[in-house]
């Protein structure tokens, strides 16, 4: 597995993770797929710029046109307070492979080794077994239950949060 920035082209990728009922059951429900060009470009340029770190998740380095989904470190304001968040997405037919787990670890190493974005949070559905775990096994501690705010919904989340740099299992 390895991990490279949002491209121009990932458009069909993110119209098979974010407008999908089955990828976003957790997230509120499926969007709508005209957005999706202007997302992946608005992603890209962040990328380019290093605003934030969006990555595609290639599963086979053999492959590389092979997208099994997403994991991504940004900040924002949450309350006043200025975070940064990890989030990540699988697609079904590469889920359960240890691909999303392997993909957040990596991400947090490589904050941890540039001493960037500090504290990370996360913020899976309380329902989102799987992403829950990941946060569990790689040393996130739970800092409790939070509604936040996604694509204009209002979700119900774990709120977890490490320090890379001194948590990281």
């Known amino acids: 597995m390895r991990l490279r920035d949002v491209g121009f082209g990932d458009v069909g990728a993110y119209i098979r993770m974010r407008c999908d009922p089955a990828m976003m059951v957790d997230l509120g429900g499926p969007l709508p797929p005209e957005g999706m060009a202007a997302k ?25 046109a092979v997208v099994a989904g997403t994991v991504t470190l940004w900040s924002h304001d949450a309350d006043g307070q200025e975070i940064a968040e990890i989030g990540w997405m699988v697609l079904p037919e590469f889920q359960g492979r240890g691909l999303g787990k392997r993909a957040v670890r990596t991400l947090l190493e490589l904050a941890r ?57």
């Open 113 to 169: 080794e540039e001493d960037r974005w500090g504290v990370v949070h996360a913020f899976p559905a309380i329902a989102n077994a799987p992403s829950n775990g990941i946060c569990q096994s790689l040393g996130f501690r739970s800092l409790g239950e939070e509604d936040v705010t996604f694509a204009d919904r209002v979700l119900r989340t774990n709120h977890w949060a490490i320090d890379p740099r001194t948590d990281l299992k």
């Open 40 to 64: 992946v470009e608005r992603d890209a340029q962040s990328a380019i710029e290093g605003t934030q770190w969006i990555k595609m998740i290639i599963p086979d380095e053999t492959e590389p």
